[in-house]
């Protein structure tokens, strides 16, 4: 019974990391906005910042969910790509209507009991810092001008950026390599293995990814509600980038419809269903 048990997380946080993968590809859409909102983003946090304390058993979670983010990469590029085109309002209202299906599990997770002044000004900061960040004067001239050294440390900061990006929910890295003038260079080193390119912001970025997973991890221990808080203002301050306007009356009705079942598909998942983390999955087995 345990190792039937241990098997269903495991499928279910492939499962989650195959809607992430695919989800991911969704123009503002933010990796770490669908895993806060399908539950396992603390779980990945966790994961990444305890590595050395749980190799195991951290390791064949972070696995797992890579293995499904690849696979949901690979198999729902072209087929939401296609939707978008087709139907580009409704999906991107369906996509609105799943974040306000999480918010909900959000309120949870901050453990708010009661109404306080507090919990608008929280969400409040978290909007205001996605909003600040898409006005930053940020550009590549810096990197383009450099060379040697510094050009190496420009990018391995370039790097730190992009991992924060990566690990707050809200924040798009494609889009934030838009802003730092880095997208179209860091696309064209991929394709030509540019390695004197991406070796720099690489170890940035896995730098950047423990220094931040252990600063989340320990803020969401200590100050829950602030920290989920201001994460749904990192999230709701997303949503404007991806706002496709009001739907006009022919598209009122699919628009209804694609907003209502990306509510109902958040808001009904089992709220009652144990965590999915590497130190539950683990204790199954004791």
């Known amino acids: 019974m345990k190792m039937k048990n241990i098997w269903e997380k495991y499928i279910s946080v492939a499962a989650k990391g195959f809607v992430i993968g695919g989800t991911m590809l969704v123009p503002g859409v933010s990796g770490g906005s669908m895993a806060m909102i399908l539950g396992i983003y603390s779980s990945l946090i966790s994961a990444v910042s305890s590595f050395y ?18 696979i949901g990469m690979a198999l729902l590029a072209n087929p939401i790509s296609d939707l978008i085109d087709a139907f580009p309002k409704p999906m991107m ?13 959000m309120f949870r997770e901050a453990k708010i009991q009661s109404f306080s002044w507090k919990v608008p000004v929280y969400i409040l900061l978290g909007m ?20 040697g050294i510094f050009e190496l440390l420009l990018l391995f900061f370039a790097g ?43 170890l940035g970025g896995l730098v950047g ?26 999230i709701l301050g997303s949503v404007v980038s991806i706002f496709p306007g009001l739907p006009t009356l022919s598209e009122l009705l699919s628009c209804s419809i694609a907003i209502c079942g990306g509510f109902a598909a958040i808001y009904f998942l089992p709220s009652s269903c144990p965590d999915d983390g590497p130190h539950t999955i683990s204790e199954q087995h004791a």
Request: glycine share 6%; hydrophobic share 55%; net charge positive.
């Open 53 to 70: 304390q749980r190799k195991k058993d951290s390791f064949c979670f972070l696995f797992t969910f890579c293995i499904g983010s690849v």
């Open 93 to 105: 209202y369906f996509f609105i209507g799943a974040v306000v299906g999480g918010i909900p599990m």
């Open 128 to 147: 205001l810092m996605v909003c600040a960040i898409s006005i930053l004067p940020l550009n590549s001239e810096s990197i383009e001008q450099s060379n």
């Open 160 to 202: 730190i950026i992009a991992a924060i990006a990566l690990l707050l929910p809200g924040i798009s890295i494609s889009y934030l390599l838009l802003l730092l003038g880095l997208y179209s260079k860091t696309i064209t080193a991929i394709k030509a293995l540019q390695f004197s390119f991406l070796l720099p912001m690489a």
């Open 209 to 234: 990814i423990i220094l931040m997973a252990k600063l989340l991890e320990k803020a969401m221990a200590r100050y829950p509600q602030v920290t989920y808080l201001v994460i749904l203002g990192f």
